[in-house]
């Protein structure tokens, strides 16, 4: 079957949604990435950028904009839960210039406010602008809490209809993800990703899988789990420990 596009114009721009990702991020943190103007000639400027991501101009994105001291605030939180988690970490600055974890979180939050507006594809390719620079996959329809923390990020992978609480860690090459399904499309709409509580942290290569999947809250997901069943909430998941064999240099 051929896809044809009659117009281009009629298409999100790339570079345009990505020059909004730009901009909004100098408005969040002024002088970070360039001398900042003013507040309000900033909110202008991201407006100007955001209309020509749309083609249009949207009624959408006042909307979007009256949720900008709201999304600010989550932001806060997840810097805040980036310095307490990671003693690697010298000041609240560098996670917001160096950490590509947080980098992917920030564009998430910008795109997730965009797709409960049921704007069209541009929070998709934001997410893949992200996914492109981190290596972190996070679907513009997954609903995370506030204190957020990735670390190092690379692999994972956050499904469409995942939730996540409050003061969660995800560690690399975790996936929140569906159980295949041969007749996949059926499912569009409905809940094919986990639920997962507060405070809990999920350790580096954990696969959970499934909409009916609850990891509770206070739980702690080793490396390497395969999980398709729920968690109580206080619980320890771990494989059991493998046996090592040690020897010497001459055996081998």
């Not at 909004?24 to 002088?31: A, D, G, S």
């Not at 290596?135 to 995370?144: C, L, R, T, V």
């Amino acid at each position: 079957m051929e896809l044809i596009v009659k117009d281009f114009k009629t298409l999100p721009n790339q570079a345009h949604i990505a020059d909004f990702l730009n901009k909004i991020r100098n408005r969040f943190f002024p002088n970070y990435f360039i001398k900042t103007k003013s507040p309000k000639e900033c909110d202008r400027i991201c407006k100007k950028a955001l209309r020509k991501c749309l083609n249009t101009d949207h009624e959408k994105i006042e909307l979007f904009f009256d949720s900008l001291p709201r999304l600010k605030d989550i932001l806060l939180t997840d810097i805040e839960m980036t310095f307490n988690s990671d003693p690697a970490c010298e000041s609240k600055q560098e996670i917001v210039l160096t950490y590509p974890g947080f980098y992917a979180i920030f564009v998430h939050r910008i795109a997730h406010e965009l797709y409960k507006l049921n704007i069209p594809l541009i929070p998709r390719m934001m997410s893949e602008i992200a996914h492109s620079k981190t290596g972190i996959d996070i679907h513009p329809g997954a609903n995370i809490g506030p204190y957020f923390f990735i670390d190092h990020g690379t692999g994972i992978v956050i499904g469409e209809t995942a939730i996540i609480g409050h003061h969660v860690k995800i560690y690399q090459g975790v996936t929140l993800g569906a159980i295949s399904l041969s007749a996949g499309r059926k499912m569009r709409g409905e809940k094919r990703h986990p639920t997962v509580g507060n405070y809990v942290t999920i350790y580096a290569g954990a696969s959970i899988l499934g909409g009916e999947t609850n990891i509770g809250d206070k739980v702690t997901i080793g490396s390497n789990v395969f999980i398709t069943h729920s968690i109580a909430p206080n619980m320890r998941v771990i494989n059991k420990e493998p046996e090592l064999v040690l020897k010497g240099k001459d055996s081998i």
